[in-house]
């Protein structure tokens, strides 16, 4: 059974057309990331909620936004999108909590592919 | 911050043969090694991890190795099939964030 859901698999846009990724999770996990991954290259953190703790890294584009209304979901808003945000969106999970067994390992879903025309 | 270092960057092996990946990072509190695989337009896919109180963790042909002391940690996969073909990450990071730092990646080829 998929434990991290990401839909669309893939979403073509429009240049400055704002979009929505979705991500579900059924494990339960405290924490949800977003990551971008360009191809050949490693993921790339953009930000991620511990509970609706909402932690974003230094160098993600204001451009980017998220939204977690309930444990299992977490969208990621992109404004408006340029050709440069064409790429794969990973959504991943860990369980979080200081002390409890493998509360860092992280579970990723199988991406949704943006194209920006 | 941390920085991971993940060689060799395409690996070709036989099928049957091993293969070995290593990365070093850079920061002593690290204290977590996961590897993931990544299929061709799929997500990455935790294949096995280690933690800092252990030097070395097996399950069936792939095995990952950690020193601490030169900061470096290495996955081998042992009788390589056609099927391991893929791009591996190494990551590492700290037991109290939640923030992975990944290496480059390595795009493994397993001929038939």
């Known amino acids: 059974d998929a434990m991290v859901i990401q839909n669309p698999r893939y979403q073509v846009t429009q240049f400055g057309k704002p979009v929505t990724l979705s991500c579900s999770q059924t494990?339960?996990?405290?924490?949800m990331y977003w990551y971008q991954q360009k191809s050949s290259q490693a993921p790339k953190l953009l930000f991620h909620?511990?509970?609706?703790?909402?932690?974003n890294e230094a160098d993600t584009p204001d451009n980017f936004q998220s939204r977690r209304p309930n444990t299992s979901f977490c969208f990621l808003d992109i404004r408006s999108p340029g050709l440069g945000d064409a790429a794969m969106y990973l959504c991943?999970?860990?369980?979080?909590?200081?002390?409890?067994?493998?509360?860092?390992?992280?579970?990723f879903g199988p991406g949704t592919r943006l194209l920006v025309l | 911050g941390e920085n991971v270092e993940q060689h060799p960057s395409t690996l070709s092996v036989q099928e049957g043969d091993s293969a070995v990946i290593k990365c070093t990072y850079s920061d002593s509190a690290s204290n977590y090694f996961p590897w993931y695989k990544q299929e061709l337009g799929k997500g990455p896919q935790l294949i096995i991890d280690?933690?800092?109180?252990?030097g070395e963790k097996k399950d069936q042909r792939i095995a990952v190795t950690l020193n601490k002391t030169a900061k470096h940690f290495s996955l081998h996969i042992t009788e390589t099939q056609p099927e391991d073909s893929a791009v591996y990450f190494c990551a590492a990071s700290t037991r109290n964030f939640n923030k992975f730092y990944f290496g480059s990646g390595t795009k493994l080829n397993v001929k038939p």
């Open positions: 909620y511990y509970d609706k703790d909402f932690n």
């Open positions: 494990l339960n996990h405290n924490v």
């Open positions: 991943a999970t860990s369980r979080g909590g200081a002390g409890l067994a493998d509360q860092e390992t992280q579970y």
């Open positions: 280690i933690r800092s109180n252990v």
